[in-house]
Each structure stands twice: as C-alpha cells, then as structure tokens.
C-alpha cells in the first residue's frame, strides 16, 4: 500500500511539474500605454560642418523631442572628451553646463570648438519650446561661454541627403 501512495505522489508530482511548463505565458496588453516615437533616451537629429557651415539632418522624429536630456546624451555619446550636463530650463532658453571644458577650451582649437559648439546647439535647440541654448564653463584659449539660437544657422546650407 505504502508503494501505491508512493508512486501516486511521485505521479502528481510530475504531472505538477510539467503542466507549469506547458502554461501559456500571460500576456499584458495595455492599451492605455502613450505612443513612443522612438524607444531611446539617445538622440541626435543633426550632423554638421562648422567650417563649411553645412548641415544634415540625419533623424526626423515623428513629432518633438520633449526632453531635452536625450539630445544632451546623444551630444555627450558623439563626444565623448567632454561631458554636457543639463542646468535648467527657463523660458525658451536650456541652460547646459560644462563641468571640466579643457578639452574644449585648451585642446580642441577653435575649429574644434566651433564644430562642438555648433553641433551641441544644433541638436539642443530640436527639444520641444527651446529657442536659445546657453553654454556655461570656464573660458579658454578657444572657447568661451555662449548663447546659440536658430539665427545662428540661417545662412548655413542644408545637405541635399537630408532625412525629411
């Protein structure tokens, strides 16, 4: 009898174990999430050529890029010899910071630290309401604290292989 009650409960508990196995998994669809252009926190929408003063759109996102410290990751991944921070927002204006700009301001030469500049505003001033981007740091040699707008690229030409 003891064998019988053994090998049932050994039965059971196989059969236990493999109806856990064969369950479907569940599957949570809600529909109340919000619409996610893009599933990043790194962003870049422009490509540029400070000496040319040529620019490229190389991502159009579907609607505006509301937070601001995606293109900031996005400049900070591009280069990665300075750290970007964000400060603040007031008004139309992002206020960013430079912790430690010796790259910038002592080993990037002023070409070199026009190109960063450029580039940062470019991509900056794509956050949703942002019209000016004011840069904070100690100045150098080849750079110096600024303030950048759209009206800085009205002359720069567009690159014809822009993403529309």
Known sequence: ?????????????????????????DVVADV??????????????WDCSAEDEMRKRIYAPLDS????QALIN????????????FDRVVADTLYVKI????WLTERAGNSGAEQYLSFA????????SVNYVHFDFTAGVHARPTTWSD???TDWKIDPSSVK
């Open 1 to 25: 009898m003891k064998r019988y009650l053994l090998l049932l409960c050994f039965v059971a508990g196989i059969i236990g174990c493999n109806n856990e196995a064969s369950k479907e998994p």
């Open 32 to 45: 109340n999430q919000p619409q996610q252009w893009f599933v990043t926190d790194t962003v870049v929408i």
């Open 65 to 68: 890029v509301t937070v601001a």
């Open 74 to 85: 996005g400049v900070n991944k591009t280069y990665s010899e300075i750290k970007l921070e």
């Open 99 to 102: 912790p430690d700009a010796s």
């Open 121 to 128: 505003a470019l991509n900056l001033l794509e956050a949703k």
């Open 151 to 153: 009206k800085d690229f």
